[in-house]
């Protein structure tokens, strides 16, 4: 029997704590954990932006409702995964949110919730942070992909061509994909 290398128990241990609490709460529980660290840090070194109240309130509005929308759209499109899944079903689901991301919920955790802070403690270094979270929320949908491929294989591969994984770049992704997918399966015999 061989014995398993420091990589893998850390791949094993993070799955472990992901099939535990969610990938998306084990996301927001690093990046709340890095905003405190940032926070801690911050009277050592800050990089202040002067912004008034209003601007804040500006910046803000669409911060927040970015994040409530995204997470009530991604959890209409979750149901749907679910009823697929829980119906014995493998249907890849490229339409609503999985239309823009293959991963809504880390875009939205990403484009809506670091810059309320960066807004309201105006300061340039919760950036690090962000970086960081990104660079983490990236590792994550890897992972996440790799179950991915192996329940959808081809499919999710052509998908991965069609839509980005975490920031919404390319538009609608999802409906070219489908729109190749089915002229792909219209000239099979």
């Known amino acids: 029997m061989t014995e398993a290398t420091p990589s893998c128990k850390a791949h094993q241990l993070l799955k472990g704590f992901k099939n535990i609490i969610g990938v998306g709460l084990l996301l927001l529980s690093v990046g709340l954990l890095l905003e405190m660290i940032t926070i801690i840090v911050r009277r050592w070194i800050s990089f ?14 669409p911060c927040i409702l970015i994040s409530v929308l995204g997470a009530i759209w991604f959890a209409c499109s979750l149901n749907l995964v679910k009823i697929h899944i829980l119906g014995g079903e493998k249907i890849l689901v490229t339409h609503g949110p999985f239309n823009y991301v293959r991963h809504p919920l880390y875009a ?16 340039l270094l919760f950036i690090i942070p962000w970086l960081l979270i990104f ?14 491929i192996d329940t959808f294989g081809d499919d999710y591969e052509k998908y991965k061509k069609y839509v980005p994984a975490l920031i919404p770049y390319k538009g609608g992704g999802g409906r070219r994909y489908r729109e190749n997918s089915d002229d792909i399966g219209s000239e099979k015999p």
């Open 48 to 61: 202040p932006v002067p912004l008034t109240l209003a601007i804040r309130l500006i910046f803000t509005v």
């Open 108 to 123: 939205v955790l990403l484009i809506g919730v670091p810059p309320l802070l960066i807004i309201w403690y105006a300061d």
């Open 135 to 148: 660079i983490i929320a990236h590792y994550f949908a890897q992972l996440e992909e790799r179950d991915l």
